[in-house]
């Protein structure tokens, strides 16, 4: 196993800031170009094959903006690997002694509005997000048969219609789809079980609606240990589930262990893709 970067990262940030001042913790044009530099130069790196995975580090969004790039990793992943479709999936893997069962839990919508979540969950999303998974699982995990739950949108599932209708008319049509699938699909269950019912180890991963169910359950379970992992690329890529915390930047303060973590998760997928591979 070889581990490769930031050493060799910096060549290029020298590279391109060479006539800037850079100063730690603070955003701006060059540290943009620098960050936005970095991720190409590993993209390009995995799509060549030279290395089986990406661990990114947190970047200041506006500031990679400012550089000309796509606001987010995520999306600048997607463009420079010409991905499709991805997932975001938070994962702890519950390592770190004890039988912690892992928690997984894919978000289907992401960074938008609450007010869009109902037109954005529709029943193509939920079953291509949970094919997404499923494969993933499969492939990375080396699960054969994963246990996948689908997290409800409304309170109690709707009560039979009582509290809204997405779970008749937009799961139904999605589990329906999904029905012939290799592998194992329950729901919709309640928000307010789901999650209980899968850190305990009855599902493999949750695929929650929206950002807020789905992160508020894995962020209060999870203590920090996050790993943050995109599926559906043509390689593994993580990255730990915090900020910049420009706050504390040179303070010698920063916790590395969601690092730490999305590190060992990455060099983990990576050799389950490559024996599946
Ligand atoms: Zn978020």
């Known amino acids: 196993m070889r581990v490769t970067g930031p050493v060799e990262c910096a060549a290029d940030f020298r ?11 603070v955003a701006g044009l060059a540290p943009g170009r620098a960050a936005g530099l ?48 991805v997932g975001m999936l938070m994962c702890d893997e519950g390592s770190g002694g004890g039988d912690r069962p892992a928690k997984r839990v894919l978000l289907a919508t992401t960074h938008i509005p609450l007010a869009s979540v109902p037109d954005a969950v529709t029943a193509e999303l939920l079953s291509s997000q949970t094919r997404l998974l499923a494969a993933a699982l499969r492939s990375d995990w080396g699960i054969p048969v994963p246990r ?12 039979e219609g009582l509290f809204g209708s997405e779970e008749r008319d937009v799961y139904g049509p999605a589990l329906a789809s999904l029905a012939d699938a290799p ?40 203590f920090g240990r996050g790993v943050n992992v995109t599926i559906g690329l043509p390689f593994v890529r993580t990255s730990p589930d915090h ?19 999305a590190i060992g998760l990455a060099i983990r997928l990576a050799r389950g893709r490559r024996r599946v591979g």
């Open 15 to 25: 590279e391109m800031c060479r006539y800037e001042a850079l100063e730690g913790g």
């Open 38 to 85: 970095a991720i190409q130069r590993a993209v390009r790196w995995a799509l060549a094959g030279d290395v089986d995975a990406v661990v990114t580090a947190p970047v200041h969004k506006p500031a990679l903006e400012e550089a000309g790039y796509h606001p987010g990793h995520t999306e600048m992943l997607m463009a420079l690997s010409a991905a499709p479709r």
């Open 148 to 159: 996948i739950a689908l997290c409800a949108l409304n309170p109690h599932a709707s009560d």
């Open 183 to 222: 592998w194992s699909l329950t729901g919709p269950v309640p928000a307010d079980t789901v999650f209980g019912r899968a850190f305990a180890g009855e599902f493999d991963a949750v695929v929650a609606p929206y950002h807020d169910v789905g992160m508020a359950a894995f962020k209060t379970a999870a």
């Open 243 to 261: 900020g910049t915390a420009f706050d504390i930047a040179g303070r010698g303060v920063a916790d590395p262990s969601s690092m730490v973590e």
